[in-house]
């Protein structure tokens, strides 16, 4: 899907496929390609990193937006998949059975992409912050909004996990969800 597409969806109010998950991994996607492009504009001068990091950087950044990219649509996926779980039919016991399984596990399926996300926006802004002090002073602001896009990005993703928790009936897969949701809930500003 075509990264304007999807970011149209996001901002359509009538669309409902779509919603905090696949925005969170869309501000990720926007951190990552301003902090590739802050490292860019920081390759001509001498601002404490050799040219090949700032590259590399680049490289790595430029990669995560296309994989955060992904993250959206396999986040509406999962999405669409789960409110087909809770539409199936409830008029027996057997029926409600069958609905409740399938409930949890597509809820496990709709925490694990926000969690692959989130630990993304985590690289993003973890990443990002090598350029603190080491980038072109005229694109500070640049790196600033991204570490906040990154920061919003994974906290986004944490709160779409903790969404799904009630519905998951493994409490040991609930328990690496809540481990998750933890960690990226406790960055370390530097």
Not at 22 to 47: P, Q, T
């Amino acid at each position: 899907m075509h990264k304007i597409e999807m970011l149209n969806k996001i901002l359509d109010s009538n669309n409902t496929s779509v919603g905090g998950g696949a925005s969170s991994a869309m501000v990720g996607a926007m951190a990552a390609g301003m902090i590739s492009m802050v490292s860019k504009l920081s390759m001509k001068k001498e601002y404490g990193l050799s040219k090949e990091a700032y590259q590399s950087l680049a490289n790595e950044m430029d990669d995560l937006v296309d994989k955060l990219l992904v993250g959206c649509r396999k986040d509406e996926e999962v999405y669409t998949a789960l409110v087909a779980a809770y539409r199936m039919p409830k008029s027996n016991e057997k029926e409600r059975i069958e609905r409740d399984q399938a409930i949890s596990s597509k809820s496990i399926e709709a925490s694990q992409v926000p969690k692959d996300n989130g630990f993304m926006c985590y690289k993003v802004y973890e990443r990002g912050m090598l350029l603190k002090g080491y980038s072109n002073p005229s694109a500070l602001s640049d790196l600033l909004i991204a570490l906040a896009l990154a920061k919003a990005g994974l906290y986004g993703c944490a709160l779409n996990i903790e969404a799904n928790l009630p519905a998951i009936k493994d409490q040991e897969v609930v328990k690496e969800l809540e481990k998750a949701i933890w960690q990226l809930n406790h960055i370390e500003e530097k």
